[in-house]
């Protein structure tokens, strides 16, 4: 069967990676997790002083000098996908909150989209590829056979948030503090100057507020069949 290549775009928390992941499983395909990535630069400008996490401010000549040499990889280990920068696994630094709520600014900078795009589109050359992010149906792979494009109700995104976070041991958040930073990092992601989160024109809506993940995953499942037929 052909191999295709599958853009999952939509808001954050909304279950969109996991989604993406099982996919990528179930029929044998590359999984790449583009958030990932930002975080991993935010992670990298945090530790060498390029962004200072209380005033998000970030020293944006230091970031471009340096940005070529970040290195960003993902491996499958013990069926997780794991984020290395540099060579070092940042898989649990990038997801927590100092990292979550500094990604925004950094993921709004042009030439730190321009970076990682250009290694995305390397990644997905051949297809045969799952990938998940923002801008991945309408700027890594605008010609993606498959596009889907994940939302769900800001409440129950911070419920599944918070219950994420508390699986980890992180249970100092409350619920309105979880909402509060996925409503804050929606506006800006839909807001920004370079490349706003937006459905592309030719994506099937997934709304999963009202759905189980077996019905979400059975449904791209049947979309990822169709797509491959044509
Ligand atoms: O999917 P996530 O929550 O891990 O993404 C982290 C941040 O990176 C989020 O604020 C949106 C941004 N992002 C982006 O702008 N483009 C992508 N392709 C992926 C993520």
């Not at 999984?31 to 002083?49: H, K, S």
């Not at 909150?97 to 989209?113: K, Q, T, W």
Request: proline share 2%.
């Amino acid at each position: 069967m052909k191999k295709i290549t599958i853009a999952f775009d939509g808001h954050s928390s909304c279950g969109k990676s996991t989604m993406a992941k099982t996919l990528a499983e179930k029929l044998g395909y590359l999984y790449v997790d583009t958030g990932a990535m930002y975080r991993a630069v935010t992670l990298y400008a945090l530790r060498n002083g390029i962004m200072d996490g209380k005033s998000k401010t970030i020293d944006e000549a230091a970031l471009q000098n340096v940005i070529g040499s970040i290195e960003i990889t993902q491996k499958r280990e013990d069926g997780k996908v794991r984020t290395y920068l540099n060579g070092e696994c940042v898989e649990t630094e990038i997801r927590q909150m100092e990292v979550s709520s500094c990604v925004s600014p950094i993921a709004a900078l042009g030439f730190v989209r321009k970076q990682l795009v250009a290694c995305q589109q390397q990644m997905g050359k051949d297809g045969g590829i799952v990938m998940d992010g923002r801008d991945i149906g309408t700027v890594v792979f605008p010609h993606a056979e498959l596009k889907v494009f994940v939302t769900a109700s800001a409440e129950v995104r911070a419920q599944r948030r918070l219950a994420e976070l508390q699986a980890k041991g992180d249970t100092k958040l409350t619920l309105a503090e979880v909402q509060k930073n996925i409503e804050e990092r929606d506006y800006i992601d839909s807001h920004r100057e370079v490349t706003p989160l937006v459905q592309a024109p030719d994506a099937l809506l997934l709304d999963n507020s009202n759905l189980t993940i077996e019905q979400q995953n059975e449904m791209v499942l049947e979309w990822a069949r169709k797509a491959m037929q044509k």
